[in-house]
């Protein structure tokens, strides 16, 4: 089982830009879809966005389209969400996730947990 560890998470202002950082290790990274998911207080754990294998294919929630961007590093076994025009509405934990399975927003589908980042937004 892959091991993640998320880094990056903050306080900032509305509109201010944030990228999270991923790193993995125990297993192959590049055999692995990756995916970012959050969890604002009280609401259910929400997908973010998934980035395929080699990183040709993207897929995010509505919420994010546009502003949040996934990338990948398999050379260093590492996943990014850059995160532009940030909301109020975005203040949540974030977590990476890995699934050895094909892009999905599903939760479930995801078989590794890093521990979280947290992402406040002001007004």
């Known amino acids: 089982q892959m091991q993640l560890a998320e880094s990056g998470g903050g306080l900032v202002q509305a509109g201010d830009s944030l990228r999270l950082s991923c790193s993995a290790s125990?297993?192959?990274?590049?055999?692995?879809?990756m995916g970012w998911f959050r969890q604002a207080p009280g609401k259910e754990r929400e997908f973010v966005g998934a980035i395929s294998l080699r990183g040709s294919s993207t897929h995010y929630a509505d919420s994010v389209k546009g502003r949040f961007t996934i990338s990948r590093d398999n050379a260093k076994n590492m996943v990014y969400l850059q995160m532009n025009s940030l909301k109020p509405g975005d203040t949540a934990d974030y977590y990476c996730?890995?699934?050895?399975?094909?892009?999905?927003?599903?939760?479930?589908?995801?078989?590794?947990w890093g521990r979280g980042t947290q992402v406040t937004v002001s007004p």
């Open positions: 125990g297993s192959t990274f590049s055999h692995y879809t």
């Open positions: 996730a890995a699934s050895d399975g094909p892009i999905s927003d599903r939760a479930t589908d995801f078989t590794s």
